[in-house]
């Protein structure tokens, strides 16, 4: 599957999963795609405490 599949078929099977959807290119096209999905996004190549950060966030959401 491609990550739009991947991430369409983990909604249905599990729709509050939290997601961080990782691309070496984070354009306007692909950032209105994630965000339709409720998808968070990280550009390569990243930082590891950038990483960090997000999945902490991440987590701090599932949390509420």
Do not use: C, W
């Amino acid at each position: 599957l491609e990550g739009f599949q991947t991430i369409r078929v983990l909604r249905r099977v599990t729709p509050d999963l939290e997601i961080l959807a990782m691309a070496a290119y984070i354009g306007q096209r692909y950032l209105k795609q994630t965000q339709s999905l409720l998808v968070s996004t990280i550009s390569k190549p990243f930082h590891i405490n950038d990483l960090i950060k997000e999945m902490n966030a991440l987590l701090a959401n599932k949390e509420k």
